[in-house]
């Protein structure tokens, strides 16, 4: 078979989209026959440049470089692989040299700037409450002026003003910035001696304004995910959210896991440098739109508080997480961390103070530590399952008298990654599935019921406990053979195929394959047996004998998914729905409640001294737990009482 005959595969980051381009098609083509909307002024001529791309994999098997990309791009940027969309083609003459090797597999990175794409990031949760008790206060002082017979000090009067005042703060042993300092004279006599002074913890004076701006006094609370990213700006006054902005991590350039960034960082201090240069922008851009949502300067937020997997966590910091990604898997220091935030390059007050949650392990991070502040799961009576699950899942079982938590590298397929039709919530993916158990036709919603381009999460998981329903697949995961003639399963170049629906190129249907099938086998496997290792562990280590009678799911995907189709293929344990808590962005809320109580800073120490880490794929009968996890549950029509009209259905072997 000639390579134009051969199916080129085409990666689109961080859609997590894949497509299939033809000889005749260019990039630009390409993303909009699927549906990928992305801004051009020309429409695809090649007269505005900005269709810019970033070819990550596959750069020796495309055309030369156009006189049009030669004026737009210098040749640095060309060597690490920028093109515009439309002027760039495979080369199908370079790929003939393969013989008849598959072609490899391209991999495109799309800048968040090029994009229309509307995404479905989940910014909200359950939030439990918190008192309001932050880090930063605000005080304003009528200060007397000076005076022949009464010269005293600027500072001198400002620390009278204070005791003579009715605030109750005590900064008889007040420390003062030195910038802070510089600006007191004029700051001073700008609003004839009325001044409002910025605390930080209550005795260092960080910033001092004219007249009394005690209401301009705000906090910003940072979800770094692997692939998205949070920020809430909070009024540290009364705890008011007044702006919430996320985006996609543009870390995904350079790695769609944490494990690639590990060893893109791990090389060199340039890859490092790259990691956190491109993160602090998208965060100094989020700063910037919450604040203009506001309508405030950047300049009256005085502190962030950042979680984040450990991974994100180190780059944050410019810390090489190198060490993470190798045996014993360790991270640099786990305790959290107070710094200025102008050495983090974060545009906030240059004083401002940025303090960064406890990591727990090197693959369990702050975020699991704000799942646990916001989710109260230390209070519980009831034994608790906690999930959250995002490009990794973290697993936290406990009470008020016993935790322990560990990871599982299954977050991934069900953000998309590694399913052939798989895609983030976006516009246009299918969340949710329904197949009729007679005529095996399928039912569907998408988001923002946009024709449909692809399959996100909560409709992976729908389509697999559908097809378990009306015995499509076995408990195996494998199709039933004898339905192989029904007009729903077709036959493609990777086997058999469920057809789920015609896509808006009816070239390339969206479909679910055995391979996707499998991987969604082993995203719940991990997960269940993950659950299990860590039950085992405290019951032989701790004696517990309790089974788990509550679960909270964190996470976007845990947010979104059905929570009978997730107990029903095995990814969760068997208990009544209403103990299922769906509690939104966890980790988000509790990086939120560490900025208004600065008790829970002192909560979140306490939590990582007593929690216990189980480094779930070393364990002994991992395993074994995770070959047995693999299989789907034997349907059971007592706990799923809505699936009556199916019990004519033999059991699935």
Not at 525 to 550: C, P, V, W
Request: glycine share 8%; hydrophobic share 40%; charged share 20%.
């Amino acid at each position: 078979m000639g390579t134009k005959e051969k199916n080129v595969i085409v990666d689109f980051e961080p859609l997590s989209r894949r497509a299939l381009i033809l000889p005749d098609k260019n990039m630009y083509e390409l993303l909009i026959n699927s549906g990928i909307f992305i801004r051009s002024l020309c429409g695809g001529l090649g007269t505005c440049g900005k269709c810019k791309i970033l070819v990550q994999k596959g750069q020796n098997f495309l055309n030369q470089p156009t006189k049009i990309e030669l004026d737009s791009f210098s040749k640095e940027e060309l060597r690490k692989g920028w093109r515009l969309a439309c002027q760039t083609r495979v080369s199908y003459d370079s790929l003939e040299t393969l013989k008849d090797q598959n072609p490899p597999q391209f991999r495109v990175f799309l800048p968040e700037e090029l994009l229309f794409e509307d995404f479905k990031i989940l910014t909200s949760g359950l939030n439990k409450g918190v008192k309001i008790h932050p880090n930063i206060k605000k005080v304003f002082l009528r200060v007397e002026k000076p005076s022949l017979d009464k010269p005293f000090s600027d500072l001198e009067r400002i620390q009278t003003a204070f005791k003579n005042s009715t605030n109750t703060i005590d900064i008889s042993n007040f420390e003062i910035e030195l910038n802070t300092l510089k600006k007191i004279p004029d700051v001073l006599r700008e609003k004839k001696h009325e001044i409002t002074l910025t605390l930080l913890n209550n005795r260092r004076i960080i910033d001092c304004e004219p007249g009394n701006t005690l209401n301009a006094n705000f906090g910003v609370a940072i979800d770094i995910g692997t692939t998205t990213i949070v920020a809430y700006l909070i009024n540290l006054n009364n705890g008011k959210t007044y702006g919430v902005a996320s985006c996609l991590n543009p870390q995904t350039a350079f790695g769609e896991d944490v494990v690639s960034r590990i060893t893109y960082s791990s090389g060199n201090q340039d890859g490092l440098n790259q990691l956190n240069s491109t993160l602090m922008k998208a965060l100094n851009d989020l700063i910037k739109k919450v604040c203009n949502k506001a309508n405030i300067s950047a300049s009256n937020v005085y502190e962030a508080t950042v979680v984040g997997n450990s991974v994100m966590h180190h780059i944050f910091l410019s810390i090489n997480p190198k060490y993470i990604g190798l045996s014993p898997y360790v991270p640099a220091f786990q305790h959290g961390m107070d710094i200025n935030a102008e050495k983090l390059h974060l545009d906030i007050s240059k004083q401002g103070n940025v303090f960064v949650l406890p990591v727990i392990a090197g693959y369990v991070g702050a975020d699991t530590i704000g799942v646990m502040l916001s989710s109260q799961i230390d209070n519980e009576d009831s034994f608790t399952l906690a999930l959250d699950v995002g490009t990794n899942g973290e697993i936290i079982i406990g009470n008020k008298d016993l935790l322990a938590t560990g990871s599982c590298a299954a977050g991934s397929a069900l953000e998309g990654a590694h399913i052939s039709n798989g895609m983030r919530a976006a516009t246009g993916a299918i969340d949710s599935i329904t197949i009729d158990p007679k005529t095996f036709e399928v039912s569907y919603t998408t988001i923002k019921n946009k024709s449909p381009i692809g399959i996100c999460g909560s409709g992976l998981i729908d389509c697999v406990a559908e097809m378990l329903k009306v015995n499509l697949i076995s408990r195996s995961g494998t199709f039933n053979k004898t339905l192989l003639d029904n007009h729903r399963l077709i036959k493609t170049q990777k086997g058999v195929e469920f057809l789920i629906t015609e896509s808006s190129d009816p070239t390339h249907p969206i479909t679910i394959s055995q391979n996707d099938i499998r991987e969604i086998q082993m995203a719940k496997g991990a997960f269940f047996s993950g659950t299990r290792i860590i039950m085992q562990y405290l019951r032989e280590k701790h004696n517990y004998d309790g089974e788990i009678s509550q679960i909270f799911l964190a996470g976007a995907f845990g947010n979104y998914i059905n929570k009978e189709n997730a107990k029903f293929i095995g990814m969760i344990p068997d208990i009544p729905n209403e103990f299922i808590y769906q509690i939104g962005n966890a980790a988000g809320i509790g990086a939120q409640n560490a900025l208004l109580d600065t008790d829970l800073r002192e909560k979140a120490h306490k939590l990582l001294n007593r929690t216990h880490y189980i480094e779930i794929a070393v364990e002994e009968n991992f395993q074994k737990e995770f070959a047995n996890a693999m299989y789907f549950p034997h349907m059971n029509l007592d706990l799923f009482p809505s699936l009556e009209e199916y019990k004519h259905i033999p059991k699935r072997y």
